[in-house]
């Protein structure tokens, strides 16, 4: 792992796990996912990684068009690096997910490192009724989904993002993923420092016990050494927690309302900026220093905000 004394905070703004039934601060439309974003920057997020929604009901989008105001409005407003989804919904197509950091050639993207059960139906027992009836069959169809990220799928976003200079949050769910991504390093289709964001607590994914924390960071220290910058996100109840257990052995965290709604137990997330500040003040009171959005770029070796598409 390598190493620094400053922590990055990244905060994921919106995502597509939670629906709008859940809680009325998820961020919906362009200017809400923009005043989000920069909020959680100016409390201290390094990265905001971003996710589209249609602004009538919330749910996921993932056009080119969807994106550029609220990015345009972030790059213009805060320095913050600005990381775009290729994950996008576990109901699209690798191409369709691809779309926004393929035209927008963002700083960074995220790509999922293999393709796995994302369980979101234990979530409908909490709601008797929804705002708008696609949250329903959108839950319930993951009883019976696979989100899809086979190796031909990553070979083609790495591929399709080469001339683009983005270099990638590499999401790794299980242990599995970690041997994926190692598999891409040994074929030079990926290059050190790796930005490695292990996942913890998603249904389908590794557990969030500390020992599934501690698993991880053992197997990707056997199998990157120095080559890599470790992240953690942990979803649900699990975020605090496993962001502290990390970051107490070096780790960055990420945070926000796509992991999680809440910021306390039974207290809503009010905003992203709630959840960075909180983190913020943890890692403060465990002698951390925070990243800057300029200090991240250097050490995840990121091409500048001015070599962007937007």
């Not at 809503?268 to 709630?274: E, I, V, Y």
Request: hydrophobic share 40%.
């Amino acid at each position: 792992m390598t190493g620094s004394n400053k922590v990055i905070i990244s905060c994921a703004v919106t995502g597509s796990i939670h629906t709008p039934t859940m809680t009325p601060y998820l961020p919906i439309t362009s200017t809400e996912i923009a005043n989000a974003a920069t909020g959680a920057i100016d409390a201290g997020a390094a990265i905001v990684h971003l996710h589209a929604r249609h602004p009538d009901d919330g749910r996921p989008d993932q056009t080119v068009g969807a994106f550029r105001p609220f990015i345009e409005h972030i790059k213009a407003h805060t320095d913050g690096i600005i990381n775009l989804t290729t994950g996008g919904a576990p109901t699209m197509s690798v191409e369709e997910r691809l779309q926004p950091a393929l035209h927008l050639k963002p700083e960074i993207a995220s790509l999922n490192m293999g393709s796995m059960n994302f369980g979101l139906f234990p979530m409908l027992n909490r709601y008797k009724e929804f705002k708008h009836e696609w949250e329903r069959h959108y839950l319930e169809g993951t009883r019976d989904l696979v989100f899809r990220n086979t190796f031909k799928d990553i070979e083609y976003v790495l591929s399709s993002c080469t001339g683009n200079d983005t270099r990638f949050e590499f999401e790794c769910y299980d242990t599995a993923h970690l041997y994926n991504l190692a598999h891409f390093l040994d074929r030079k289709l990926v290059t050190p420092p790796l930005f490695v964001q292990t996942v913890f607590g998603i249904l389908g994914g590794i557990g969030s016990h500390a020992d599934d924390v501690a698993h991880m960071k053992r197997t990707a220290d056997r199998l990157f050494g120095s080559n890599y910058v470790w992240s953690v996100l942990g979803a649900g109840r699990a975020q605090m927690p496993v962001a502290s257990i990390a970051a107490a052995q070096g780790g960055n965290v990420r945070v926000g309302i796509e992991d999680s709604i809440w910021n306390g137990p039974g207290q809503l997330a009010k905003a992203n900026s709630d959840q960075v500040r909180r983190v913020r003040q943890i890692l403060e009171g465990m002698g951390l220093a925070i990243a800057t959005p300029d200090e991240a770029r250097t050490l995840l070796h990121l091409k500048g905000r001015n070599n962007v598409a937007f």
